[in-house]
């Protein structure tokens, strides 16, 4: 089991660092200077110089790129001595990490630099503490509908084939499947934000935490989250409905499935006994990967409902061409989705031997 495990993290590393040389290569071969960006089109050329040099974007893109993976990588190798070294150990960027000396060198143990803002000079660490959690809040709400309304009508539709429950569940996540989140949301929005608000008590603002009038102190309103929820959720709550459908009724026309019933036992007890345990294995499999690409694809529902998440970070960093906050970002997310694959995997292999046979 220990070899089975290492194997998957290390397959996971690579995954990682191939993840982090694509998004370095994309975003610095993009047209445009920071510096300039930063300063305006009046700005002279010393000050772009000075401005390109603090960033690095002065020295070649292999020295580019290593000093890139020293900033991300948590075990890195600094020179503590030389401030002019390009790899000298700058206590304002790391601030004052666990390092084991050796000569003008050090071998330091630190949390990932993710770079600065180039409009407003903060850390990206900084400002992605600060917005992931209503971007996961917003996931896992989504996440949760989809998993709970997806398996219970997959289980009805798969007791119920052909009935005319099975058809319009059918037409309804063609449709979840099909439809664009931005105008779903838009329609949501409008009907039970709007039209419909003083019924429902469901008003459009962008974010959990609101701050209370009285008290003056941020409280927070789950009713904030369900529109944006719902929008978000519709497509994998379409995608787990057919899942378990399918692999449900693929189960029950297995040879255990109807010498249970031929021992007698009820129909009820058949499926939720023993069916269903097996035919949730792809539909976990299908949850586990669509929580960490619904944190990735919140993007375009935190803009229609002006959500104050990571995905309206980004949007606005894109309008502005602040490339550490996308980079940053893009990170986040590809580390999030690797680590919840791992996870699944060493699940699956301690669930299933055959598994870490493979």
Known sequence: MLKFITKRFLYGVLVM?????????????????????MLGQRADSLSIAAINKDLGRDKPLMTQYIMYLNDL?????????????????????????WKIKMGASALVFKAPYLRRSYQTKRKVTELIKETMPETFALAFASMLIASVLGIGFGIIAAIKKNSFF?????????????????????????????????????KVVGSLYMVDEYTGKEVMHLQNLILPAITLGLRPWAIVLQLTR???????????????KAKGLSYYKVIF???????????????????????????????????????????????????????????????????INILVDITYGILDPRVRVQ
């Not at 990588?73 to 990490?97: A, C, R, V």
């Not at 229609?304 to 986040?332: H, Q, R």
């Open 166 to 202: 099975d058809r319009v569940s059918f037409i309804v996540a063609i449709i979840g499947m099909s439809g664009p989140s931005f105008f779903i949301g838009l329609l949501l929005m409008l009907l039970f934000g709007f039209v419909l608000s003083d019924y429902t008590g469901l």
């Open 246 to 260: 399918s692999s449900l009724l693929e189960v029950l026309s297995h040879d255990y499935i109807r010498t249970a």
């Open 17 to 37: 660092l191939g993840v982090i040389t694509v998004i370095f290569l994309l975003f610095n071969v993009l047209p445009g200077d920071p510096a300039r960006m």
């Open 73 to 97: 990588s948590p075990i890195s190798w600094y020179n503590i001595k030389d401030e002019s070294n390009t790899f000298y150990l700058d206590s304002t960027k790391y601030g004052q990490p």
């Open 273 to 339: 006994k023993h069916a269903l345990k097996n035919a949730l294995n792809p539909v976990i499999t299908s949850i586990s990967g669509w929580l960490a690409g619904l944190m990735a694809g919140a993007v375009l529902v935190e803009r229609v409902f002006d959500w104050k998440g990571i995905g309206s970070a980004v949007v606005e960093a894109l309008d502005n061409y602040d490339l550490p906050v996308v980079m940053g970002s893009t990170l986040v997310f590809a580390t999030i989705f690797i680590v």
